[in-house]
């Protein structure tokens, strides 16, 4: 086995591994974000306001963390994501025993800046890998992702009555110990430093975003991640609505993230064999089936049903797009592409984490529910346009 292929699958393991533990942070935002908000709020509609501001973290810190990458190195970025994960625990901590809401969404927005760096280890595991490989590279980190299913839920389980009477404030403490362990995992991650190639950027960004292949990855991208969110942000406090106890909710979340990231061990192989673009589609359909088993009741089972058919989508539709993305740039361009595909993707779902709440509040779960096709038909349009475009020119 030659050194970089040793190096390549050394980093795919670690990516991976951090993939599992920094994927509890967001797991925690979103099994407590809107119970904590709905109690620390001064307003009830402001309920998810911190989970829309953990997106908002998330979108505003995407092109940052691409330049340090750019100019540092991605274990730059890496370490500098893991420092804002130890601080979001500790803000949300001294939020929930101050009883402030703006320090609680000073949280959540640290919380958002370290999901921004999280997901750059996919592209990142595709680093030094022949090209026949980087979908399973990419597919494999994710995968790591289905053990913060149960790391994150389970933390939430177990910690949240631990400092009475400051509901999650154990838990927080515990988000930010599991921040730092990721810190040191990720320390030995081995890419090479940045080329003055990388660092100049290559192509203007206008002339690769107007691509039709990019525009399709992007705009499916959003759809997929918009939507997860969308109904990720209210199920919680739905479930709370319908009378059903937090731990029914941090079950339902549990079995949703190993949904989002179980996948991951194959959609790779899938990808080389079908294609990303079916294996989008099949995303897309799997997304509309989570909308329709939540139409059907109000139960618990009806709500994982939901959430678990939800995961399974954004796995197939996030996965494939960014496939898409890997695709549509040149290696010296590859951080500044992925970056601005983020930026996109979590600038939008930001809007739709804000109107996820008093769309909740003020219509209920079903309503939720129904919008959610809107922007599924949009982008399955766009997948069959740019098949047609593919066609013709074959």
């Keep these: 086995m030659s050194d970089a292929h040793r190096h390549a699958t050394g980093n795919t393991a670690r990516l991976a591994i951090g993939q599992a533990l920094a994927g ?9 974000g809107a119970v904590v908000g709905n109690t620390l709020a001064p307003d009830k509609a402001l309920a998810t306001l911190p989970i829309s501001v953990f997106v908002v973290g998330m979108a505003a ?10 100019r540092h190195g991605r274990r730059a970025a890496f370490l500098a994501g893991t420092g804002c994960g130890v601080a979001a625990g500790l803000v949300a901590f001294l939020a929930v025993l101050l009883a402030s809401f703006p320090l609680f969404c000073l949280g959540t927005f640290l919380g958002g800046a370290y999901a921004a760096v999280v997901l750059s280890f996919r592209f990142a595991a595709a680093d030094g890998v022949p090209p026949e490989g980087r979908a ?31 509901l999650f404030a154990a838990t927080y403490l515990g988000q930010a110990a599991v921040a730092a362990l990721c810190a040191l995992v990720l320390l030995g991650v081995r890419l090479p430093r940045p080329t003055a190639a990388e660092m100049a950027g290559g192509r203007p960004l206008g002339e690769i975003a107007r691509q039709p292949r990019f525009l399709v990855a992007v705009t499916c991208g959003v759809v997929t991640y918009l939507l997860m969110n969308f109904l990720m942000t ?12 937090q731990e029914a909710a941090n079950l339902g979340l549990q079995w949703h993230i190993i949904a989002m990231y179980g996948p991951g061990f194959f959609t790779g192989h899938l990808i080389a064999r079908f294609g990303a673009p079916r294996v989008v589609a099949a995303g897309l359909a799997l997304t509309g089936a989570a909308a329709v088993a939540g139409l059907l009741g109000q139960q618990a089972g009806h709500f994982w049903a939901s ?47 804000f ?34 475009r593919r066609r013709a020119v074959a």
């Design 24 to 32: 509890a942070n967001a797991a925690v935002i979103f099994a407590t």
């Design 61 to 70: 810190c995407t092109l940052p963390a691409g330049a340090i990458a750019r």
């Design 136 to 166: 399973r590279a990419l597919s494999l980190v994710m995968a790591g992702g289905v053990f913060a299913g149960v790391i994150g839920p389970q933390l939430v389980t177990h910690t949240m009555y631990l400092w009475p009477p400051f």
């Design 234 to 245: 209210a199920a919680p406090l739905a479930m709370r609505l319908c009378g059903l106890p």
């Design 307 to 353: 959430l678990i058919l939800l995961g399974l989508g954004w796995n197939f539709g996030f996965t494939g797009a960014s496939a898409m993305v890997l695709d549509c740039h040149r290696p010296e361009e590859r951080t500044r592409v992925q970056s601005l595909n983020d930026f996109i993707v979590f600038g939008t779902m930001a809007v739709g984490s």
């Design 355 to 388: 109107l996820s709440g008093g769309l909740l509040n003020s219509h209920g779960w079903d309503a939720v529910l129904w919008v959610s096709f809107l922007p599924l038909a949009l982008a399955a349009l766009a997948l069959v346009a740019a098949g047609g």
